[in-house]
């Protein structure tokens, strides 16, 4: 990693970004992978799939750390939608299963920074249907690629409710450096919430990458498609931990 430096009058600076030229915006396009693809949201295809999905959420407990939901209805789900998830930033993408061609999940490119190479990835919302599954792992490497290797950007961004044990420990396991906690940040839902902040940025993502390409090797997996190795075991020899 560079090192920062001093300037003319002895005062400590940061490292010279040498060349450095805008990244581009997420385009409105899919992304592709073994186990699924992520399509840019469109209501009328993806709502009902959606919501039946997260119907198998029986308690709603998915939505506990989320602005928004549950939604009572199809309609209500597909309003909320059309309303929020058409706009570029948020970018909203569904998480379709290659294999029945139905969405299961949803997340999004949010405060899109190009001019300093800035984005961030929210809104993660997997239903049971995605859990734990490969797809929902290849998801996230499809937004890291296309962030990282299609558009240029140096710092990839995960915020979550620092009391969300299960995001916390998602973004660890996906190779993500905890940067700390911004004390009483916003209210949602009538309460109050920290915000944990995790990064990637661009100086160590050919090693998180290549993690994720060893992870995702069909080889690491048997017929019934479970795992020889766990993401983390490559992560920790990746990144020397």
């Known amino acids: 990693m560079p090192q920062d430096r001093t300037n003319d009058l002895g005062q400590p600076v940061g490292f010279a970004v040498e060349g450095w030229q805008p990244a581009a915006p997420p385009p409105r396009t899919a992304m592709s992978g073994r186990t699924c693809t992520l399509e840019p949201i469109d209501p009328a295809r993806h709502a ?28 209500d789900y597909e309003a909320w939608m059309a309303e929020t998830c058409r706009g570029d930033d948020p970018l909203f993408h569904a998480v379709v299963d290659a294999a029945t061609g139905q969405a299961t999940g949803l997340a999004s490119y949010l405060r899109i920074n190009p001019v300093v190479g800035s984005i961030e990835v929210g809104h993660i919302n997997w239903s049971p249907r995605l859990q734990g599954k490969t797809a929902a792992t290849e ?48 209210i949602y839902k009538g309460r109050n919430r920290d915000t944990a902040w995790y990064s990637v940025i661009d100086d160590e993502w050919p090693a998180v990458r290549g993690a994720f390409e060893a992870w995702l090797d069909p080889a690491n997996f048997d017929a019934a498609g479970r795992q020889a190795r766990r993401l983390g075991d490559f992560m920790a020899a990746a990144m020397g931990v």
């Not at 990282?148 to 420990?169: H, Q, V």
Request: hydrophobic share 45%; aromatic share 16%; net charge neutral.
């Open 48 to 75: 009902a799939d959606l919501f039946a999905a997260n119907a198998e959420d029986a308690d709603g407990r998915n939505w506990t750390y989320l602005p928004y939901g549950p939604f009572a209805a199809p309609a």
């Open 139 to 186: 998801a996230m490497v499809l937004m890291m690629r296309r962030a990282f290797d299609e558009l240029g950007y140096r710092r990839y961004e995960w915020k979550c409710d620092a009391l969300n044990a299960p995001s916390r420990r998602a973004a660890e396991r996906l190779g993500f450096t905890f940067e700390g906690v911004f004390r009483q940040a916003t």
